[in-house]
């Protein structure tokens, strides 16, 4: 149980409340400041500085005056791009989420309460496969999906990036979270952006929390 004086303590020092091995590798349920937050061994998966990531990406787009009707997610993590476009900006499109780890589904259910959620599908599903199985294009799709601070190499070949454009609308919008730490990421973020210009009519790009790129794709 997750007392006063544990959201104070961890205000001085981070307090783990649960370890679990994840689907690509250890994950922590921790107190940080006073708030649940979800890491990873080398990165913040939920409710930390990804929450800032998204929280500042949706005010750049000024996304509540371009209200989407339906939401793609891929990679639900905890829940914070939910959490955001529900409680903090009283979005209520439809959100169909995609998630992989079912440690991480787990939690969300458990610990970040993803069930009462109005209006969101929950599916426990790579990424790609899901991308394949949806019938219609959304108008705002997101990409948030990492192994610790990388993005998969896959996730930036032709066969994903053409399945991104097709799920997406025409005229809609297609945020594509990266993290460029090492020479390495930053190829494979640098071919993300590649791919999605050859793709879409107008791709910019931001920089957050330091080595975060999202690409914004239209």
Not at 44 to 53: A, E, K, T
Not at 141 to 158: A, C, K, M, N
Request: proline content about 4%.
């Amino acid at each position: 149980m997750r007392t006063k004086l544990m959201r104070l303590l961890s205000t001085l020092a981070p307090v783990r409340l649960e370890r679990a091995q994840g689907r690509h590798g250890p994950l922590e349920l921790t107190l940080e400041n006073g708030r649940l937050v979800v890491n990873s061994a080398h990165a913040n998966q939920s409710f930390g500085s990804l929450h800032r990531v998204w929280r500042k990406c949706f005010a750049d787009i000024d996304l509540v005056r371009h209200l989407p009707k339906r939401v793609l997610l891929l990679g639900y993590g905890a829940g914070s791009v939910a959490h955001i476009l529900r409680k903090e900006l009283g979005i209520t499109a439809p959100i169909t989420a995609v998630d992989n780890d079912p440690v991480m589904l787990r939690w969300a259910r458990t610990h970040f309460g993803a069930d009462a959620i109005p209006d969101l599908t929950l599916l426990e599903q790579d990424a790609r496969e899901a991308l394949g199985t949806q019938a219609e294009p959304f108008d705002l799709v997101i990409v948030d999906l990492f192994q610790e601070l990388d993005t998969p190499p896959e996730l930036s070949e032709d066969a994903f990036m053409d399945l991104l454009r097709i799920r997406t609308l025409m005229g809609g919008t297609l945020l594509y979270n990266t993290i460029a730490h090492d020479a390495a990421s930053s190829a494979v973020s640098a071919r993300i952006g590649h791919q999605l210009r050859l793709r879409f009519n107008s791709v910019s790009e931001r920089g957050y929390e330091g080595d975060n790129r999202v690409f914004i794709a239209r």
